[in-house]
């Protein structure tokens, strides 16, 4: 199991050990999308959505999100979050909505599953925001687009 560091030597489990590790400035974005018909993204950029402002509940659901990860994620180090930003846009050629989630943090270990838990639990809440007008919503593109901080460095998506 040589590279993975959920795994010890005898191929089980285990949360890291980061308590050697420096503590350093960390910052994580990641992104999703939720694809819906034409009439659905007018819904929700005419506040028309019968549940109301469907990006500021859905930004406010991302936020929490990223604050509970360490909840949902079995193995994630609960992390002193210092921002959390999330970005939804109209993007009429999708058609729907591109989230974006910044996540800040100075620790011992990164926050990209913050970062994807704000994303995803965004999109969740744009679902279930309009799912009565569109039930065949798509939600996609979930991806980390900028790591940085530690010892692994810089990524930043292609």
Do not use: N
Not at 27 to 32: D, L, N
Request: charged share 25%; glycine share 10%; hydrophobic share 45%.
């Amino acid at each position: 199991m040589s590279g993975l560091t959920h795994f010890d030597a005898k191929g089980d489990a285990h949360m890291v050990d980061v308590s050697d590790k420096p503590v350093t400035a960390r910052v994580a974005t990641a992104a999703a999308w939720v694809k819906m018909l034409p009439q659905t993204l007018d819904l929700i950029t005419q506040g028309r959505a019968k549940k109301g402002d469907v990006a500021s509940v859905a930004r406010l659901a991302g936020i929490m999100g990223a604050k509970k990860t360490a909840e949902l994620i079995p193995l994630c180090h609960p992390l002193p979050i210092t921002k959390v930003a999330v970005e939804i846009t109209a993007d009429p050629a999708l058609p729907g909505l591109r989230i974006e989630a910044t996540v800040k943090t100075t620790g011992q270990t990164g926050v990209e599953m913050e970062a994807l838990t704000a994303a995803s639990t965004a999109a969740l809440t744009v679902y279930d925001m309009v799912k009565a007008a569109d039930r065949g919503m798509e939600i996609g593109g979930l991806r980390v687009l900028l790591k940085d901080g530690g010892k692994s460095g810089r990524y930043e998506a292609e």
